[in-house]
């Protein structure tokens, strides 16, 4: 009897790896078609605060328990973060992206991909993280050779000089 349920069992596991075989060779998955490329921009960035900061008053302070006595009051909402992306001078994504958090405190950020036909072309990238209401805070034109099936990722890192393009 033993034998029997070490058979059935043997075999309840030869399928399950056999299961497991063909699974993992089908379907066929590929990111994008064999003569198309993919552009990813991807980031999180905290843009300036909303307001400026301001320095309370003594009588203020003393209002204050002494744990929350921190001179400067300084808003926790961020503006939100501005990009926008062309591709051989074609506008691809132009987006204004909130800030994230509860109290709008936290980073903006976008994932985005773009399927584009492989082959030379120009990228050009823009940011706006302050308050300004013309023109971009960050900027990067640049030109890339895609190659088919492959994929170009576009970072941001304001303290690495801005976009980063790999």
């Not at 921009?41 to 900061?53: M, N, W």
Request: net charge positive.
């Amino acid at each position: 009897m033993p034998v029997v349920r070490y058979a059935a069992q043997a075999l309840v596991y030869g399928l399950f790896a056999l299961g497991i075989g063909v699974l993992s060779q089908w379907p066929d998955y590929t990111r994008v078609e064999p003569d198309k490329a993919l552009i990813r921009l991807s980031f999180a960035h905290g843009a300036a605060r909303k307001g400026e900061c301001r320095r309370r008053s003594r009588e203020e302070l003393m209002k204050l328990a002494p744990n929350m006595r921190k001179p400067l009051d300084c808003p926790r909402e961020r503006l939100p973060v501005v990009v926008e992306l062309d591709l051989n001078g074609e506008p691809v994504f132009a987006a204004s992206l909130a800030p994230t958090g509860l109290s709008g405190d936290g980073a903006s950020k976008v994932y985005e991909r773009f399927v584009v036909p492989a082959g030379r072309h120009r990228i050009d990238l823009r940011l706006r993280d302050t308050a300004r209401t013309a023109g971009f805070d960050h900027m990067r034109t640049v030109d890339v050779d895609l190659v088919p099936g492959r994929a170009l990722a576009i970072d941001f890192k304001a303290a690495n000089g801005g976009f980063i393009i790999e």
